[in-house]
């Protein structure tokens, strides 16, 4: 969401926003993490008081402390903004996905389990 310069003049406002926004951290010390995600998504201002989205994720992690454990997993959903007064605003957003996950044994490689998760978000903010 924001200005853009165009040849209707210097501040025409898009109503439309497409982001992406990526992190990823590692830890080397006795343990060894890493951890990456990479989110986008897509919104549009309907009006001043009312902005809608949609959003998707993808993510890693990996984790070695005598257990290897490792897991990928993404999720998808709906976000909006809502104007309730001149300084009040309601921010919500909601999600499902899965992931697949692994742990192995450092020491003995052959105690190796997989599972599965589904996931679910809700969060909102006042």
Known sequence: M???????GPHQFNPLDVWMQGTYAAVNSTQQSKFGLLSSG?????????LLGFYGQVDFMNQTT????????????????????????????GGYGHSANSMT???????????????????AAL
Request: hydrophobic share 40%; net charge negative; aromatic share 12%.
């Open 42 to 50: 897509v919104d549009y201002v309907f009006n001043r008081n009312l």
């Open 105 to 123: 044994d450092a020491l003995d490689p052959s105690l190796t389990d997989q599972f599965g998760s589904t996931r679910w978000l809700a969060s």
């Open 2 to 8: 924001g200005l853009k310069t165009s040849a209707a």
């Open 66 to 93: 005598g257990l290897q454990v490792a897991g990928t997993g993404w999720m998808v959903g709906p976000y909006g903004t809502m104007r309730l007064s001149d300084q009040m605003f309601l921010e919500a957003r």
